[in-house]
């Protein structure tokens, strides 16, 4: 083999052996659910696509963003004419994601498919932690499939003082710039020192909009 056959092979090796790194590495874990769109970051055409939205719905959305709960989600869905069927079919496709650990029966009752029980679950196994924690406890009443169907809806709050670049963009519109600020101005402290670094790059809505996401225990 040529020397410069065995500088790519080696290459290509050290490649895969990275990959691999990178796949199992432990803090790779996604906190935020994924798979949904979400409503507070879904483009007009997006919103459009939906089933039964009208134009006013769609506008109703553009204009109330951003939005703090499903449950003022649904309130609009509702005023601009959605009936309960119709907007369940529309939160199998988008959604606004629920904090497990102070999210609310009313805002859990909103995820397709779950009733009461499932709800006292949810508040039952409070504070969440990870999603493994999930995987166990919810696990016990419902199989794999539907405990990944469930996380697309929740999330659990991100610390923002040790979470890794890849956590913080699973919270949607959060990119590789926007995770290198989180991670710039660390320690974080206060609420109001978040305000004040991350209101550097956005404005004061999508500075509320990345709080629901993150917490300073």
């Known amino acids: 083999m040529k020397r410069s056959q065995r500088v790519a092979f080696c290459v290509n090796r050290l490649g895969v052996v990275l990959l691999l790194v990178q796949l199992c590495a432990p803090g790779l874990r996604a906190q935020v659910g994924q798979g949904l769109l979400d409503f507070n970051t879904a483009t007009e055409e997006q919103l ?5 939205f009208s134009q006013s719905a769609s ?5 109330g963003r951003p939005f703090e709960s499903i449950v003022e989600i649904h309130a ?3 005023e601009s004419g959605l009936t309960e069927e119709q907007a369940s079919e529309v939160y199998g496709r988008a959604f606004l994601h629920i904090n497990l650990n102070t ?5 859990i009752l909103l995820i397709p498919r779950v009733a009461g029980r499932m709800a006292h679950e949810f508040e039952e ?3 969440w932690k990870a ?5 166990r406890e919810i696990g016990k009443y419902v199989g794999p499939e539907e405990t990944n169907r469930l996380k697309q809806y929740v999330f659990i ?20 710039r926007m995770a290198h600020e989180f991670e710039e101005y660390r320690p974080w402290k206060t609420q109001e020192q978040f305000q004040r670094e991350i209101g550097k790059y956005v404005d004061e809505k999508e500075v509320a909009r990345l709080w629901r996401y993150v917490v300073i225990p």
């Open 48 to 52: 459009a696509a939906l089933p039964h």
């Open 59 to 63: 506008q109703a959305i553009l204009d």
């Open 76 to 78: 609009k869905l509702m």
């Open 103 to 107: 999210g609310t029966r009313e805002e």
């Open 125 to 127: 196994y409070r504070p």
């Open 131 to 135: 999603w493994s924690q999930f995987d």
């Open 157 to 176: 709050p991100l610390d923002l003082n040790t979470a890794t670049s890849e956590e913080f963009q699973t919270i949607p519109g959060v990119g590789r």
